[in-house]
């Protein structure tokens, strides 16, 4: 038992560290030239160990999303998600300006939805849930990285939910 614990904050740490080196560098604008040797370099890990836990860049990006969305969640609703994303909206702005870097975010964010969906609306057709966390994804990366005037937090996240219950609804 004591071996697993250890194993798994070994994991754990690794992991935390991939994906804030993938965070770090996507800030620096090396959204096109990441590599697995730079990100290895930067969290201090081996390769071997980046390929035991991701397999590829892709994964440990779509990882690396899926886990600051897990953050900002914790059970407390939408709006907080939003707010935490709004805060650090100079780093997502960049993020989101890598169409290969966007097209994986918006991946993770539609699984993220769709889950959180789902869990709220036991009983909704899947795919209603999935229409309807696929056009919440895209509300929240234009709402993200959008050119007009921001929306206040929660209006955004009351206007997504009031869509979403819109589409379930059927």
Not at 72 to 87: I, K, N, T
Not at 114 to 139: N, S
Request: glycine fraction near 10%; charge should be negative.
């Amino acid at each position: 038992m004591a071996g697993n614990v250890v194993a798994d904050a070994r994991v754990r740490r690794s992991c935390a560290a991939l994906s804030g080196a993938m965070l770090e560098l996507l800030d620096e604008g090396r959204g096109l030239d990441l590599t697995v040797s730079a990100l290895c370099e930067r969290a201090g890990v081996s390769r071997p160990t980046f390929y035991q836990h991701f397999g590829t860049v892709d994964g440990l990006l779509s990882a690396a999303v899926a886990l600051r969305l897990c953050e900002l969640d914790a059970g407390r609703g939408l709006a907080p998600v939003l707010a935490g994303l709004a805060a650090d909206q100079r780093t997502y702005g960049a993020r989101l300006g890598d169409a290969r870097v966007l097209e994986k975010a918006h991946l993770s964010v539609c699984d993220w939805l769709e889950e959180r969906i789902a869990g709220q609306h036991r009983d909704a057709d899947p795919t209603a849930v999935a229409f309807a966390a696929g056009g919440a994804a895209r509300l929240l990366v234009e709402w993200l990285h959008g050119d007009g005037p921001r929306v206040p937090t929660e209006e955004m996240a009351a206007r997504i939910e009031r869509l979403v219950d819109v589409v379930l609804a059927g």
